[in-house]
């Protein structure tokens, strides 16, 4: 191979390149920054169908997006910002990326308490995170019902939770300062963090617990519903937690959501509004059911497995997801204070 | 890297008469100057980022000192450590076994054995954690067959992450210390042998010290990949300050506090280019007139010989065969599953975007690392020198952070364009390829540049000087001396920017135009959520790309490896001969 050779051959497909992103202009349509992965293509192909606007899409980090649609600023192509994580939607709602919206239809379909104050944001999917166990090695009555519990040395060694680094565990330490306080908080989390085996993910949590290594553990919902699509027998259970209202941790258990809001500088606020919009409503089923999330809209039924296994009636903590978005750099700091990993 | 002081003192006088030479005033200025240009270029995005530091939160580095900086840094420590030695020990004991002895297979294993240079780290992570780890299939065995508190190390730790990064790194070792093997060693270890000295005497008092500077350049490209991850460790569990940096970014929101760590990671970057430096020491061993006789390996026969095989049959299946199966049959039950492989119909998409955006950095690096090297040898050496060192700091920069920084100056570009009344185009400044590349070369310089130095540093000045004496211009002396004579290191600069470039992550995120996915992207976001099975086909994509320039370079080594007898000789002599036409 000669070095020149390499060299041109370069430069052409460069060259070739420019060109071809150079080229014409698209028709209208509305373009996602998105941090959500999953299923979106086919609620997006869904949404064109019915309604003839298509949708392109920019999947990435939320961080790395967010500090994009910033640096962007009013030249960012991104008209709609899709993001998990209450955290994620408030800060970029602080950084000013998004611009509020006038919507009933969204004031309607979206719970106040998963939506902006100002209606910057909105949330469209629920995700419990909760109590999970090992269903061959705990009789019902041993199994813990709240978070606070899982603090008490007797789960020490038996107790498997997400590393500190990851969004969902930030966001339910931020509800537990929320609720607790700081002092009391730290408490709780440095409890935790003696007793469990810290892991990498959620999924590594669900097979841990079936393989022994733990006996209870906390994840979301829905990455026990995929483990069950693999296999239905899996001797992993879930627990609502804090769900007696007569006890002083009654509140319900912790729901994170997945949202987004249109960005500041977009270049069709009103495609972009029509798809949040749809996505609360008509396309509840197509963004929520593939990956077996809870739909935010209440009159939207929840899709089967999640609804025959783990129900729909349980218990959820109402506090503002802006509430512990906010708190999220709060309950990093405490996790370190902690020693939580 | 040359260093320039001895070779004064040996020739003070030629290189004084060098340098009344015609052209002369021409390369003293455009050789440093053009150095210095692509320098400026690495350091601004990164400087861009370091005004951070001019206003430093006190508060953080308080709050983090408390709590998890000290663990972080003693992390980074062990982990440096252990990765250098395990890589410079493997590296290097199988270069010398595939260089001095000759065994069932040895040809194949020569090139089979850089291999795992196509894999990237964060997937032999996670491959390893799923099927090694407590959960997987291995454990679950064991637990079976030995009850279920039957001890098994502990994969999701610190030794799992030493372990996975040596077998993902010691190829950089390898390769260097081959050539370095190939091009210096032989002739001299013969001389010792047939002066007296036994193998292992010869081996310690002359190869190992040949070798050290290619050992200390493998382990710094070595520290550099280990520092500056962030994907993998995080599947071990360990807390790197890399990792603190991420933890801040993202968890707190504080992009100053994040950039304010992340000068922490650059203080270990610069104490392992240091410490390369020592370790390679003042001395420098260039042949006079190119390469000269190779080994004539030893041939090994029955149990050593098959333990021999069986060495490199095992570091080949743990750090490239086993994982490959397992993304395999991950990427085979997922395509014949009910929900089929997601996404399928764009592989071809991300492809070509992974090609493109290799290639062209690939490219560019290895020009400007040429550029840059040779400046060393025709401009003024102090400039040219620290020019050099600059160039290399993007390598120690984490990826994110050296995105934001382009992202920084292009936007700040654009914004001193608009006040010009000009402005850039649309979205040039963000999320163009342009900008995208530009955060790759800056990035991935280092690697083309240690490569291009390694391979001029064998080119002895003495060959520089006597070209220059007879009259011959720099830019011919690259074209016609510097360049055939370290042909190999240029192949090797490319091999190495284009496979670090398909694997790269954080600044393709950030950077990318927009629908420009890469297949790494694409690995990295399935993989995130623990969709390893789906994650396993675009990894697949990735090995099987960047096998491709590993190939290169294996028949490159095949091609100057020994064949066991005369044609090796023939091609290590149109070398020599090659040299003799210039000088």
Redesign the interface.
């Known amino acids: 191979?000669s070095?020149r050779r390499?060299?041109i051959?370069?430069?052409m497909?460069?060259g070739s390149?420019?060109l071809a992103?150079c080229g014409g202009d698209a028709d209208a349509e509305v373009?996602v920054y998105t941090g959500r992965?999953?299923d979106l293509?086919a609620a997006f192909t869904q949404f064109a169908e019915e309604t003839g606007i298509s949708v392109?899409f920019?999947?990435?980090?939320?961080?790395?997006l967010r500090?994009?649609i910033a640096?962007?600023?009013e030249?960012?192509?991104a008209d709609v910002f899709l993001t998990v994580d209450a955290?994620n939607l408030a800060?970029a709602a602080d950084e000013g990326l998004f611009a509020p919206l006038d919507s009933p239809l969204l004031d309607e379909a979206v719970p106040a308490n998963f939506r902006d104050p100002d209606s910057l944001w909105f949330g469209l999917t629920l995700r419990a995170r909760t109590i999970i166990y090992n269903s061959d090695v705990l009789t019902l009555d041993q199994v813990p019902t709240t978070y606070e519990e899982l603090a008490d040395p007797i789960w020490d060694g038996r107790l498997c939770l997400r590393?500190?680094?990851n969004?969902y565990t930030?966001s339910l330490v931020a509800s537990m300062i929320a609720h607790h306080g700081e002092s009391e908080a730290l408490r709780i989390v440095s409890g935790w963090a003696d007793d469990a085996e810290?892991?990498?993910?959620?999924?590594?949590i669900i097979?841990?617990i079936?393989?022994?290594?733990c006996d209870v553990g906390i994840a979301n919902h829905y990455?026990l519903a995929r483990s069950y699509e693999q296999d239905p027998n899996l001797p992993v259970a879930l627990v609502w937690a804090n769900q007696d209202p007569a006890t002083p941790n009654g509140r319900g258990t912790h729901v994170n959501i997945s949202g987004g809001g249109v960005t500041r500088y977009a270049d069709n606020p009103d495609l972009a509004q029509q798809l949040l919009e749809w996505l609360a409503t008509d396309g509840q089923h197509a963004l929520v059911d593939p990956n077996h999330e809870y739909p935010i809209n209440s009159t939207v039924a929840p899709e089967s497995l999640i609804a025959d296994r783990f129900g729909v009636g349980f218990l959820q903590d109402d506090l503002d997801a802006a509430t512990f978005g906010r708190l999220?750099?709060d309950?990093?700091?405490l996790m370190?204070?902690a020693?939580y990993? | 890297m040359t260093t320039p002081e001895v070779t004064h003192e040996l020739v003070p006088t030629a290189r004084e008469r060098v340098h009344l030479g015609i052209g002369d005033q021409v390369s003293r200025l455009g050789w440093p100057s053009a150095s210095l240009l692509f320098a400026a270029l690495v350091v601004i995005p990164v400087l861009f980022l370091a005004t951070s530091l001019l206003r430093p939160n006190a508060e953080v580095w308080r709050q983090q000192w408390d709590t998890r900086l000290p663990g972080q840094i003693v992390s980074t420590l062990v982990l440096l450590v252990g990765v250098s030695l395990g890589t410079v020990l493997l590296g290097s004991g199988l270069a010398w076994l595939l260089s001095a002895y000759t065994f069932p297979g040895a040809r194949l294993f020569g090139w089979l054995l850089i291999a795992p240079l196509a894999m990237p780290s964060y997937v032999l992570g996670f491959v390893t954690v799923s099927v090694v780890g407590f959960t997987g299939p291995i454990q679950g065995w064991w637990r079976n067959q030995f009850g279920a508190d039957a001890w098994f190390p502990d994969t999701e730790s610190m030794g799992g992450a030493i372990a996975v990064f040596t077998l993902v790194l010691y190829p950089y070792v390898y390769l260097l210390a081959r050539a370095a093997l190939r091009d210096q060693a032989h002739g001299a270890y013969d001389v010792a042998r047939s002066l007296g000295a036994g193998p292992i005497e010869a081996a310690r008092r002359i190869v190992l010290p040949l070798l050290r500077p290619a050992l200390a350049a493998g382990a710094g490209v070595v520290m550099m990949e280990t520092l500056t991850d962030f994907a993998t460790v995080q599947y071990f569990g360990v807390d790197t300050v890399s990792v603190g940096v991420f933890r801040i970014w993202r968890g707190t929101f504080d992009r100053d506090a994040a950039s304010e760590i992340a000068t922490l990671v650059l203080a270990f970057a610069l104490m392992i280019i240091g410490l390369e430096r020592v370790l390679r020491g003042r001395a420098r061993y260039g042949t006079a007139a190119g390469a000269d006789a190779g080994f004539a390996p030893q041939r090994l026969r029955g149990s050593r010989a098959a333990i021999a095989t069986t060495v490199c049959l095992a570091v080949l299946t743990l750090s490239f065969l086993a994982p490959v199966a397992q993304l395999v049959w991950w990427a085979t039950s997922e395509a014949v599953g009910p929900r089929g492989t997601p996404l399928f119909s764009r592989f071809l998409g991300y492809l070509q975007h992974s090609l493109l955006l290799a290639g062209v950095t690939a490219i560019v690096c290895t020009a400007i690392a040429v550029v840059v090297t040779n400046a060393s040898r025709f401009g003024q050496p102090r400039i040219t020198r620290l020019a050099a060192r600059l160039t290399a700091v993007g390598y120690a920069v984490p990826g994110p952070v050296v995105a934001i920084g382009v992202l920084l100056m292009l936007v700040a570009v654009d914004g001193l364009l608009g006040h010009l009344g000009t402005g850039l185009p649309g979205v040039i400044a963000t999320g163009s390829f342009l900008g995208l590349a530009y955060a790759y070369v800056v990035r991935f310089l280092a690697p083309g540049l240690n490569a291009t130095e390694a391979g001029l540093g064998q080119v002895s000045e003495e060959v520089t000087i006597s070209a220059r004496s007879l009259g011959a211009r720099p830019m011919e002396i690259v074209r016609s001396v510097h360049l055939p004579l370290s042909r190999t290191s240029i192949v090797t600069a490319l091999v190495l920017v284009a496979v670090d470039a398909l694997k790269e992550l954080p600044i393709v995120l950030l950077l990318r135009p927009f629908g420009f996915d890469t297949l790494s992207v694409w690995t990295y976001l399935l993989a995130s959520e623990s969709r390893y099975e789906q994650a396993a086909l675009p990894a697949l994509a990735i090995i099987v790309v960047a096998l491709v320039p590993v190939g290169l370079l294996s028949r490159q080594l095949r091609m100057s490896s020994a064949p066991e007898g005369p044609a090796e000789a023939a091609t290590i002599g149109t070398w020599g001969g090659r040299t003799d036409e210039f000088v």
């Open positions: 191979m070095l390499v060299v051959l370069g430069a497909a460069l390149f420019l992103s373009v992965h999953y293509e392109a920019l999947p990435g980090t939320d961080v790395e500090e994009r640096a962007e600023g030249e960012t192509q955290g800060i590393n500190s680094s969004v930030q810290i892991l990498a993910n959620d999924t590594l097979d841990s079936a393989a022994g290594l990455y999220n750099p309950a990093v700091r370190d204070q020693g990993e």
